[in-house]
């Protein structure tokens, strides 16, 4: 009996460790989704510097690891096709946690109010315009498309 218990409890935590692993809602600020926007894993003044040499806008996301609409922005908005392919294509993309590391200090520059804070900036870190909150991958879409617009 002593023996089943501790089997069962190995099954348990194994259970549970692959469930944590496969959650769609973790937040890690510099994932990079095979599918989904590629953000760029280095440094902000190197995200200024790329912006700069290719010409692009940086779509700069700021969230929080306890944020349910980051998550979700996250887990539904950033993995999409069609969001991926326009935002890759048109915009050197950055995501950042408002709470830790570079996150504070831009959260601090960009003057946030609330999470997710999507702006949009030209490569010398000069507001070209922001929003918060959840978008789907339409408006998202939408919203991009009306900056390249200006």
């Known amino acids: 009996m002593k023996k089943m218990n501790t089997v069962a409890i190995l099954l348990l935590g ?11 809602f973790q937040n890690d600020s510099e994932v990079q989704n095979d599918t989904g926007i590629a953000f760029h894993q280095g440094s902000w003044s190197e995200a200024l510097q790329r912006a700069k ?6 779509f700069l996301d700021i969230s929080a690891s306890w ?5 979700l922005l996250k887990a539904k908005t950033f ?31 960009y003057r946030i109010k609330g ?29 991009g498309e009306q900056i390249l617009n200006k």
């Open 79 to 109: 993995p999409n096709a069609e969001v991926a392919e326009f935002y890759n294509a048109n915009f050197i993309n950055v995501t950042v946690d408002g709470e830790k590391g570079e996150g504070i200090e831009l959260a601090r520059k």
């Open 14 to 24: 194994l259970l549970v460790t692959i469930l944590i692993q496969a959650n769609p």
């Open 115 to 143: 999470y997710p804070s999507l702006i949009f900036l030209d490569s010398k870190g000069n507001l070209i315009a922001q929003t918060a909150g959840y978008r789907n991958p339409k408006q998202l879409i939408e919203i």
């Open 53 to 58: 040499e290719e010409g692009k806008t940086i």
């Open 67 to 71: 944020c349910a609409p980051c998550k």
